[in-house]
C-alpha cells in the first residue's frame, strides 16, 4: 500500500472520522453524516479521542471524504486499524479515557498490565495493538525521535501480526468471511513505518537506516530481507563501483595503489558497516562483499610493494602494511583470509629486515667492488702480484663493511675470509711452485729468496684481516711455515758470505754447467775458499757475486747461447787456477 500520508497514525482515516479501528459500517455512516452536517454551517467537529498531543486534526469535507474511501476496502480496513486504536472492552477504555485527558503514561501502565511475557492471546490482543500504535504514535513527542519506543512499537505489532490472535484482531474490525495473505498485512504494515519515520531517517536526534532494520529482526526472513533491501541497494552498489575503479587506477599507475587501497577502505567503509548492522557479521551476503572488498585492499598493497620493493630510495613495506592492516580490519573470511595473513606475514619479514637493508645498502658499491675483484681474480694467473693486488685493493673496502655490518657480522665474516683465502690460495701455489724440482734444479735456489720474501710481505698484510676460525689457524700455519723457509735461506745466504769454508753454490756457474756437484763448479768453490776468501779484495768480490748473481741467474737462466758463452769462459779461467 502506498500512502500519500506521512504519518499513518497522527492523519489515520479512522481519527479523521473520529472512530475507533473496529467501528462498525453503521458507525461510520453516522459518523460522516455528523461531520458533513457541522461542515455545512462553517464548523469542524471534534470528538472525545482526537487526542492532541498527536497534533490537530484535519476535518475539511475534502479531508472526510478521502478518510472514507481509504477504509471502503476490507484489506484497507485491517491496514489503517494497526495504526489506530481498538475498544474492545473495559481496560481499553480504561486506558483510553486516559489518553483522552493527557495521561499518556497512566494508559500505558493499563496496557502493559495486560502483557504476560510478551505472548499475545485473544484475551490481549487490543491492547497489545493499542500499546504499540500508542508507542509509534510518540515517538516523536516534544519534537525528539525515541528509537526505543519506535523498536518497541515495531516488535508488538509483529507478534501481533505473527501470531493466531491476528485472526481475532481482523475478525473484530472487517467481521468474519473474509481471508487477508498475512504477508501482504506484513509488507504494507513494513512499507508504512518506513514512511512514518521518513523525516527522521539518518538524521540528527532521528533514526538511523540500521537503527530502522533491526526493529524488524523479530519479523519472519522473507519480512527481514524485504525491509532490509529498501536500504541495501545503494550501499551495496556503491561498493561494488568503488572496487572497478580502483582495480582501473591499479592497473594504470601501481606505484600508487597504496594510495588507491586507502581511498576504496576510506570511501566503502560506511556503507560496509551499514551492511554489517543490517546483515549481521555471519550473513552469506555480507561474507561475499566484505571478501570482495578486503581482496581488492590487499591486492592494491601487493602490487604498491611489488612495484617499489626494488627501489633504493623508498622502503614500500611500512605503506604497505597500513593498506593490508585496513583489509584485515574488514574481517574477511574463507581463501581471502589466509591470503591477507600469508601476505601480512611476507611483509612483516621485510619490514623486520629494513636494518639490515639499509646498512647494506650503504655498502653497496663496496660489495660490488669487492664480489668483482673475486670473480675476476679465478680467471687470472697465480701470481704474488696479482694475490698483493686483490688484498690492497679490497682492505679499505672491507673495513667499510666491517664499520657499517659490524665486526662480528656473519657476512662480512664471510667476505673478508673469501679475499683472505682466494690470495692465501695464489702464494701457497706460487711458493710451491718455486720450490718444486729444488733437488733437481739447483738454479731455483737463486729466485727461491725473494719469492719467499714478496710471499711473506703479502702475508704479513693480510695478518690484521678478520677470517673464520678455520681459515685463521690454516693462515697461521701457512704463514709460520713459509717464515721458516725465509729463515733457511737467510741462513744459507749469511754462511756462504761469511766463512770461507762455506758450502754455499756459486749461483752462475750453477746455472752454466746445471749442477752444484759439477766437477767444474767443485773447482771454482774451492779457488773461492781457498784463494779469493784469503785476501780484502778476495772477499769484497765474493759479497758482490752473491748480492747481484742471482738477479743475473734469473735474467739469464733460459738464454742457452749465453749460458755456452759463460760457460767457455769458465772453462778457460778453470783451466788458469788450477
Not at 462553517?42 to 481509504?70: I, L, N, W
Request: aromatic content about 8%; glycine content about 4%; some cysteine.
Amino acid at each position: 500500500m502506498n500512502s500519500t500520508d506521512m504519518n499513518a497514525v497522527k492523519n489515520n482515516p479512522y481519527r479523521t472520522l473520529g472512530l475507533f479501528g473496529n467501528s462498525t459500517e453503521k458507525e461510520l455512516q453516522k459518523q460522516i453524516a455528523t461531520i458533513k452536517r457541522f461542515a455545512e454551517v462553517g464548523k469542524t467537529k471534534a470528538f472525545d479521542y482526537d487526542f492532541p498531543f498527536f497534533g490537530e486534526v484535519v476535518r475539511s469535507t475534502e479531508k472526510v471524504q478521502e478518510a472514507a474511501s481509504k477504509i471502503e476496502q476490507a484489506k484497507n480496513k485491517v491496514h489503517y486499524a494497526l495504526f489506530w486504536f481498538l475498544n474492545s472492552g473495559h481496560i481499553d477504555e480504561a486506558a483510553l479515557n486516559n489518553l483522552k485527558d493527557g495521561h499518556i503514561e497512566k494508559a500505558t501502565e493499563i496496557w502493559e498490565k495486560t502483557l504476560k511475557d510478551s505472548t499475545v492471546t485473544v484475551k490481549n490482543f487490543a491492547a497489545i495493538s493499542n500499546l504499540s500504535t500508542l508507542q509509534l504514535g510518540i515517538v516523536t513527542y516534544n519534537g525528539s525521535f525515541d528509537p526505543e519506543k519506535f523498536t518497541a512499537s515495531i516488535e508488538l505489532k509483529g507478534k501481533l501480526i505473527m501470531s493466531d490472535a491476528c485472526d481475532s484482531f481482523i475478525k473484530t474490525v472487517i467481521g468474519e468471511g473474509i481471508s487477508i495473505n498475512r504477508e501482504t498485512i506484513l509488507k504494507e504494515f513494513a512499507d508504512e513505518v518506513m514512511q512514518i519515520i521518513k523525516p527522521y531517517l539518518n538524521k540528527p536526534n532521528g533514526i538511523k537506516s540500521s537503527q530502522l532494520i533491526s526493529a524488524f529482526n523479530s519479523f519472519p526472513n522473507e519480512i527481514r530481507q524485504y525491509v532490509s533491501g529498501k536500504f541495501t541497494d545503494r550501499p551495496i552498489n556503491n561498493i561494488e563501483n568503488q572496487i572497478e575503479k580502483t582495480k582501473q587506477k591499479r592497473d594504470d599507475n601501481p606505484n600508487d595503489a597504496e594510495e588507491y587501497g586507502e581511498e576504496l577502505y576510506k570511501n566503502t567503509k560506511e556503507d560496509l558497516v551499514f551492511l554489517k548492522n543490517v546483515w549481521g557479521a555471519n550473513n552469506v551476503q555480507y561474507q561475499m562483499i566484505a571478501n570482495k572488498l578486503a581482496n581488492e585492499i590487499l591486492q592494491c598493497a601487493i602490487e604498491f610493494f611489488n612495484e617499489l620493493q626494488g627501489n633504493n630510495d623508498f622502503d614500500p613495506g611500512e605503506s604497505a602494511m597500513k593498506v593490508m592492516k585496513m583489509a584485515k580490519a574488514i574481517n574477511p573470511t574463507g581463501q581471502t583470509k589466509s591470503r591477507l595473513d600469508e601476505n601480512i606475514e611476507n611483509v612483516q619479514e621485510w619490514i623486520n629486515d629494513s636494518e639490515e637493508r639499509n646498512r647494506h645498502s650503504k655498502i653497496k658499491e663496496d660489495l660490488e667492488f669487492v664480489a668483482s675483484k673475486l670473480q675476476r681474480f679465478q680467471n687470472i694467473p697465480d701470481t704474488i702480484s696479482n694475490a698483493k693486488d686483490l688484498v690492497v685493493s679490497c682492505k679499505p673496502k672491507l673495513i667499510n663493511i666491517k664499520t657499517a655490518l659490524g665486526s662480528t657480522d656473519d657476512f662480512y665474516s664471510k667476505l673478508s675470509s673469501a679475499v683472505v683465502n682466494n690470495a692465501l690460495n695464489a702464494l701457497i701455489s706460487v711458493v710451491n711452485e718455486a720450490q718444486n724440482g729444488l733437488q733437481y734444479d739447483r738454479t731455483k735456489l737463486f729466485t727461491l729468496p725473494t719469492t719467499i720474501s714478496s710471499a711473506l710481505e703479502v702475508i704479513n698484510l693480510m695478518s690484521g684481516m678478520d677470517m673464520v676460525y678455520e681459515l685463521r689457524n690454516r693462515f697461521n700455519q701457512n704463514k709460520t711455515t713459509i717464515s721458516n723457509i725465509q729463515s733457511q735461506l737467510n741462513q744459507v745466504a749469511n754462511r756462504q758470505s761469511s766463512s770461507s769454508s762455506s758450502s754455499g753454490g756459486c749461483y752462475i756457474a750453477t746455472m752454466a754447467y746445471g749442477s752444484y756437484e759439477h766437477p767444474q763448479v767443485i773447482e771454482l768453490r774451492k779457488f773461492r775458499d781457498n784463494t779469493l776468501s784469503k785476501t780484502a779484495f778476495g772477499r769484497g768480490f765474493i759479497r758482490i757475486y752473491y748480492k747481484y748473481s742471482p738477479k743475473l741467474v734469473e735474467l739469464l737462466k733460459d738464454k742457452h747461447l749465453v749460458n755456452q758463452s759463460i760457460k767457455s769462459v769458465l772453462n778457460t779461467l778453470i783451466r788458469i787456477i788450477k
